[in-house]
């Protein structure tokens, strides 16, 4: 039984996909652009950052967790397949919502956390957006900023 759970963003997380970013003039991400930069032939063209290469040797010793703010398709789990980043669960945006990433993931995490099986254990996650790091705090995850660690691991 794993004392620690594990929680893993994507994108400037484990993977580098800023060649499909597109920013509105707030500097907020713009949702609209990264649906529609979606498409196979782009998700191909992102690349595993040195966090995602530790994440299976992590889940040697955690449960570990995706929590993504993607709508993922076919592409993104072959991607993540062909590139060894396996997990115990994925849970990721639901095609429609548009609410803001840090809403999203408490609201998922906390429906998923909630489950009788994880209440007690240390829940660690790495995720690269300020918002979402500061959310997720108030709910009780330990949320690291991985630019520091993906610095040192490359």
């Not at 040697?60 to 929590?67: E, F, G, N």
């Not at 690269?128 to 790091?133: E, K, M, N």
Request: aromatic content about 6%; charged content about 30%.
């Amino acid at each position: 039984m794993f004392h620690n759970i594990v929680i893993f963003d994507l994108d400037g997380t484990t993977i580098d996909s800023t060649h499909r970013q597109a920013t509105l003039a707030d500097g907020t991400l713009d949702l609209a652009k990264w649906f529609e930069n979606a498409t196979p032939e782009k998700i191909e063209r992102d690349s595993v950052l040195p966090l995602g290469r530790l994440v299976n040797r992590i889940g040697k010793r955690a449960y570990t967790l995706i929590c993504t703010a993607r709508t993922l398709s076919n592409a993104d789990y072959e991607f993540l397949m062909q590139n060894g980043i396996n997990v115990d669960k994925i849970i990721s945006r639901k095609k429609g919502d548009m609410s803001p990433d840090a809403d999203l993931k408490k609201r998922q995490l906390n429906s998923f956390l909630s489950l009788k099986q994880f209440k007690g254990k240390n829940k660690i996650m790495f995720d690269d957006a300020s918002s979402v790091r500061s959310t997720l705090r108030k709910i009780g995850i330990t949320v690291i900023n991985p630019d520091t660690v993906n610095e040192r691991l490359a």
